[in-house]
């Protein structure tokens, strides 16, 4: 079996258990807890995409991706971190700004998945990607897809709750009670 196949089976199949495993445990668990948890609980797999920094490694190492491409996949994937991170901390705070960041978060994180996904089909990647690179092109990938999407999900289906927190919070402790 050539490198490029055992990669395509083994996206495939991470893939298509990361869609199980959402489907059958953490939409469930998403449906339980409030929005900002849950958005909050998958963008920490996002914050992780520091380890795209590798690849400056990989590189020395036989991963045939030019530098120009690597770069923008490291910094893609640091910028989609630091958004990340950034909408945990907005939604701790129950900021209304979360909402704008975390929409931008999606944009981003899909544009660099995309690009990266695109060039690494140009440049061959998964012909010379090993080690670290092979675990992340096939395993975490797949899983950043499953995650962007649920996040995606959370911001359309409870809009309301995320907006409304805050706002209600602020607006009930303001206000006195009584006539």
Known sequence: M???????????????????????????WM??????????ACLWVHVLRIVALQIFSARRFGFEIPLSVAR???WGDVLGAGLAVLGIWL???????????LW?????????????T???IRHHATATAHDLTW?????????????????GWQLVTHR?????AGALESASAAKPAGP
């Open 104 to 116: 931008l978060f999606v944009f981003e994180t899909a544009v660099d998945l995309v690009y990266g």
């Open 31 to 40: 449906r339980q807890r409030p929005a900002a948890v849950a958005i909050a």
């Open 135 to 151: 675990v992340i092109l096939n395993f975490y990938v797949p899983v950043l897809w499953v995650t962007l999407v649920l996040v």
């Open 72 to 74: 923008l996949i490291a």
């Open 2 to 28: 050539t490198p490029m196949v055992a990669s395509l089976i083994a996206t495939a199949l991470a893939l298509v258990f990361a869609v199980l495993f959402a489907g059958w445990y953490t939409v469930l």
């Open 91 to 101: 939604l701790r705070r129950r900021s209304a700004a979360a909402i704008a960041v």
């Open 118 to 120: 695109v060039v690494g």
């Open 160 to 164: 309301t709750e995320l907006v409304g």
